[in-house]
């Protein structure tokens, strides 16, 4: 929320409590006042676009309006009595709810942030999603880069599809997100690749299921700007909305079968499709034709994958079937399919939402544990007090801090969006130091800089938590 739509709000909320306790009408400073509110609301048009969560603002500003120079009659008196405070709390709850523009946090890095969007078509692969058989897989990756410091240029877009949204994007009204093509990504569009290094570490990275890549934006520029080579992955028809090669705007197709009430076999499935989708992403990355400014600069034997929920899961699954990946990271993902009972022999990292606030499944416990028991090399597990699962992805930034605060009470997260994605990233890229650049990781201190994470290293059976 800017300056001026926070004074607009606040100013008209403030206007319309007094309304309430005012005796008798003072029309000159009354009109006064609105006027200001009025230029404001032209000033806020004119300057950022029209904004529809700003609705009841305007309305209560001309009903004010209409009052004063009506000079407060006993019939407008009646009506702002019943009118103020109910439109105080709609102009709060419309306005300060859903925030017209998104503001995200600054990546914390040293370099600048660049950003280029591939997206390509797999002729080998159909798309399992359609009914035609001549679709093809298509494969949507956004890179996410270390750039100059002091590189400039235009950002990116936040969410692919803006304009040509679907009703509902992850269960969001869509018309919440018509301004989003406002939000700052931190990422400069087709900027120069950092040149401090030959060659860049890459990091792969799969979103939840059903999330587009673009809710990751924090995490994955934040990541960036610490020294890696960031690819996300849009899975198509089931992430949440994805424009394709040919412009064509997908989204989900779920097909749940009867017998599979608890949709096991559905998800099994669906991770078989992620991780081929990964897998192809691998194998582009030796065809320099294809990555522009990062054509030759990433390092091919030190790559990563990491994850989300379900991409959590399928990066584990992608490290347990390719030997190119060399470490993987799970953030709060629940484990399907035969996955539990892999044997990984490359460093593997757990972070965790707080368990007492997320509520973590039986089957997130049990698999999470088993594969743990099962590593043949070094692994760690941290989980992060008052971060739920939501917390790792920019949803909670969507929502003003009144609203998050009140969700916070009612759902968790109170650590708040920032510190989650700031201890998760000094967790990640310290645990990535090791496998990706060659230099020692000292996870133990990352975790240290902040209260209430409990984790350590784990080997076998090992699932004890170090309490801070």
Same mark, same amino acid.
């Given at each position: 929320?800017?300056?001026?739509?926070?004074?607009?709000?606040?100013?008209?909320?403030?206007?319309?409590?007094?309304?309430?306790?005012?005796?008798?009408?003072?029309?000159?400073?009354?009109?006064?006042?609105?006027?200001?509110?009025?230029?404001?609301?032209?000033?806020?048009?004119?300057?950022? +676009?029209?904004?529809?969560?700003?609705?009841?603002?305007?309305?209560?500003?001309?009903?004010?309006?209409?009052?004063?120079?009506?000079?407060?009659?006993?019939?407008?008196?009646?009506?702002?009595?019943?009118? +103020?405070?109910?439109?105080?709390?709609?102009?709060?709850?419309?306005?300060?709810?859903?925030?017209?523009?998104?503001?995200?946090?600054?990546?914390?890095?040293?370099?600048?942030?660049?950003?280029?969007?591939?997206?390509?078509?797999?002729?080998?692969?159909?798309?399992?999603?359609?009914?035609?058989?001549? &679709?093809?897989?298509?494969?949507?990756?956004?890179?996410?880069?270390?750039?100059?410091? +002091?590189?400039?240029?235009?950002?990116?877009?936040?969410?692919?599809?803006?304009?040509?949204?679907?009703?509902?994007?992850?269960?969001?009204?869509?018309?919440?997100? #018509?301004?989003?093509?406002?939000?700052?990504?931190?990422?400069?569009?087709?900027?120069?690749?950092?040149?401090?290094?030959?060659?860049?570490?890459?990091?792969?990275?799969?979103?939840?299921?059903?999330?587009?890549?673009?809710?990751? #934006?924090?995490?994955?520029?934040?990541?960036?700007?610490?020294?890696?080579?960031?690819?996300?992955? &849009?899975?198509?028809?089931? !992430?949440?909305?994805?424009?394709?090669?040919?412009?064509?705007?997908?989204?989900?197709?779920?097909?749940?079968?009867? =017998?599979?009430?608890?949709?096991?076999?559905?998800?099994?499935?669906?991770?078989?499709?992620?991780?081929?989708?990964?897998? !192809?992403?691998?194998?582009?990355?030796?065809?320099?034709?294809?990555?522009?400014?990062?054509?030759?600069?990433?390092?091919?034997?030190?790559?990563?994958?990491?994850?989300?929920?379900?991409?959590? !899961? #399928?990066?584990?699954?992608?490290?347990?079937?390719?030997?190119?990946?060399?470490?993987?990271?799970?953030?709060?993902?629940?484990?399907?399919?035969?996955?539990?009972?892999?044997?990984?022999?490359?460093?593997?990292?757990?972070?965790?939402?707080?368990?007492?606030?997320?509520?973590?499944?039986?089957?997130?416990?049990?698999?999470?544990?088993?594969?743990?028991? =099962?590593?043949?090399?070094?692994?760690?597990?941290?989980?992060?007090?008052?971060?739920?699962?939501?917390?790792?992805?920019?949803?909670?930034?969507?929502?003003?801090?009144?609203?998050?605060?009140?969700?916070?009470?009612?759902?968790?997260?109170?650590?708040?969006? #920032?510190?989650?994605?700031?201890?998760?990233?000094?967790?990640?890229?310290?645990?990535?130091?090791?496998?990706?650049?060659?230099?020692?990781?000292?996870?133990?201190?990352?975790?240290?800089?902040?209260?209430?994470?409990?984790?350590?290293?784990?080997?076998? =059976?090992?699932?004890?938590?170090?309490?801070?």
């Amino acid at each position: 929320m800017s300056v001026i739509d926070f004074l607009l709000v606040g100013g008209t909320v403030l206007f319309s409590l007094a309304s309430l306790v005012s005796r008798r009408s003072r029309a000159p400073r009354a009109i006064g006042m609105l006027s200001l509110l009025a230029a404001g609301c032209l000033l806020q048009v004119l300057l950022e +676009g029209w904004y529809w969560q700003f609705t009841p603002v305007y309305l209560l500003i001309l009903l004010g309006l209409l009052r004063a120079v009506l000079q407060d009659g006993p019939r407008w008196r009646m009506v702002a009595a019943r009118t +103020g405070q109910a439109g105080a709390v709609c102009a709060l709850g419309m306005s300060w709810v859903f925030l017209p523009v998104p503001d995200l946090p600054a990546p914390s890095g040293p370099y600048a942030v660049g950003t280029e969007v591939f997206r390509w078509v797999d002729a080998t692969r159909p798309e399992p999603a359609t009914d035609a058989p001549q &679709d093809r897989r298509n494969i949507i990756v956004q890179a996410w880069y270390p750039a100059p410091r +002091g590189a400039v240029g235009e950002h990116a877009v936040y969410l692919d599809g803006l304009g040509h949204l679907p009703r509902f994007v992850s269960g969001v009204p869509s018309m919440v997100m #018509t301004r989003y093509d406002r939000i700052n990504t931190h990422g400069l569009l087709a900027a120069p690749l950092s040149d401090d290094r030959a060659k860049w570490p890459v990091v792969l990275f799969s979103p939840g299921y059903g999330a587009s890549r673009s809710f990751y #934006t924090s995490l994955l520029s934040d990541l960036a700007s610490r020294g890696f080579v960031v690819l996300a992955i &849009d899975h198509p028809f089931e !992430a949440a909305v994805t424009t394709l090669a040919d412009g064509y705007i997908a989204t989900p197709v779920e097909r749940f079968a009867a =017998n599979d009430p608890y949709r096991l076999a559905y998800m099994s499935e669906h991770l078989d499709i992620r991780t081929a989708d990964m897998d !192809a992403v691998l194998d582009q990355l030796a065809r320099k034709e294809r990555w522009g400014a990062l054509s030759g600069r990433m390092d091919l034997d030190r790559i990563a994958a990491i994850g989300h929920s379900f991409g959590g !899961a #399928t990066a584990v699954a992608v490290m347990a079937r390719d030997s190119r990946v060399k470490a993987a990271a799970n953030i709060d993902g629940t484990l399907y399919g035969t996955l539990a009972e892999r044997h990984l022999g490359r460093p593997f990292l757990l972070v965790e939402s707080d368990h007492g606030e997320t509520g973590h499944s039986e089957m997130y416990q049990r698999g999470n544990q088993r594969l743990i028991a =099962n590593l043949r090399d070094q692994g760690f597990r941290y989980q992060i007090a008052r971060a739920n699962h939501y917390s790792f992805t920019d949803a909670p930034l969507m929502f003003s801090p009144p609203a998050r605060w009140l969700l916070a009470q009612l759902v968790g997260g109170s650590r708040g969006p #920032t510190e989650t994605l700031h201890a998760t990233n000094d967790i990640v890229a310290a645990f990535l130091q090791g496998p990706l650049t060659g230099r020692p990781a000292d996870i133990e201190r990352a975790a240290r800089r902040y209260q209430n994470i409990q984790g350590g290293p784990v080997q076998g =059976n090992a699932m004890t938590l170090t309490r801070r």
